[in-house]
């Protein structure tokens, strides 16, 4: 399950866009918001995408984030 409040607070202070995170992982804008909302899951694909646009170097946080 996805940790809603910390992904969000990540895209806030990252600065970048849901519209541009979503299309960056080639999913639709309302798509990423599902899957933030947990309404969706996270593609293994998409979290690496997610970590690579965030900069989420470290392994526990990811976990912490996505698992």
């Not at 299309?23 to 999913?27: N, Q, R, T, V």
């Not at 899951?41 to 690496?48: L, N, T, V």
């Given at each position: 399950m996805t940790n809603s409040i910390m992904?969000?607070?990540l895209i806030k202070s990252s600065g970048?866009?849901?519209g541009y995170i979503a299309?960056?992982?080639?999913?639709s804008?309302?798509?990423l918001i599902n899957k933030i909302?947990?309404?969706n899951?996270?593609?293994?694909?998409?979290?690496?995408g997610?970590?690579?646009l965030l900069k989420?170097?470290?392994s526990k946080l990811k976990e912490k984030i996505f698992y």
């Open positions: 992904i969000e607070e970048l866009k849901k299309k960056s992982l080639f999913i804008r309302q798509s909302s947990n309404k899951e996270f593609k293994p694909s998409e979290i690496e997610m970590c690579k989420i170097t470290n």
